[in-house]
């Protein structure tokens, strides 16, 4: 598979910068990180049952947050769109793109730029639906896998973000989504990383 890019920490004046600690990318020989393990105790269970399933199917898991070659960020995203595409047939919905057919190929960048239709109940599979949403958690998790990314610590930072939107200001939109307040803080995912590639770092 050739060099690895990874996360680099440098440091710098947090008066300057919003951020202390910002990420910078570099190549890194795999071989740099041979024998090394991900930490377990940053991943949930699902996350080490995905992790054994990549290894079985020989699929790479760096141990460090790194940007994989192009081959293995197509599949992930293939993977992702064809669990999510099943899903949402399970769902009873059809998906539709707005772009002429005599304009070809169209990169699809905006949910915006999509249809969506209720095809009736009776198009709706509640099995296919748990297991659609089943196979979504594994095919992302994985990609956090293949992108050597432990999932716990970001999963607790946004499941603590989200729950921080419905602070005063928040409401409800009329398509059903809830829009945060004014004065909600993103998670701190580059930080989060960055941590993460801290530990990649120290002595075994």
């Known amino acids: 598979m050739g060099d690895r890019i990874r996360l680099d920490i440098r440091t710098y004046d947090p008066?300057?910068?919003?951020?202390?600690?910002?990420?910078?990318?570099?190549?890194?020989?795999?071989?740099?990180?041979?024998?090394?393990?991900?930490?377990k105790s940053q991943m949930t269970p699902h996350q080490q049952r995905v992790a054994e399933f990549m290894a079985k199917a020989g699929q790479d898991v760096p141990t460090a947050p790194t940007v994989p070659a192009a081959e293995t960020r197509i599949l992930r995203a293939k993977l992702i769109l064809e669990e999510a595409f099943e899903t949402i047939r399970a769902l009873g919905v059809c998906v539709w793109h707005r772009a002429a057919p005599e304009h070809g190929w169209a990169n699809v960048t905006h949910i915006g730029e999509l249809n969506f239709t209720d095809l009736g109940v009776e198009q709706v599979d509640i099995v296919d639906v748990v297991d659609g949403c089943a196979d979504v958690s594994v095919v992302t998790n994985g990609t956090l896998l293949a992108f050597g990314v432990a999932d716990k610590p970001i999963l607790e930072a946004v499941d603590a973000s989200n729950l921080a939107k419905f602070g005063p200001g928040g409401y409800r939109r009329e398509d059903g989504k809830w829009v945060k307040s004014k004065d909600w803080v993103p998670p701190d995912i580059a930080g989060l990383l960055a941590d993460q590639c801290t530990a990649a770092e120290e002595p075994a």
């Open 15 to 39: 008066d300057l910068i919003p951020s202390a600690a910002r990420l910078v990318w570099h190549p890194l020989a795999r071989s740099s990180w041979k024998g090394r393990t991900m930490q």
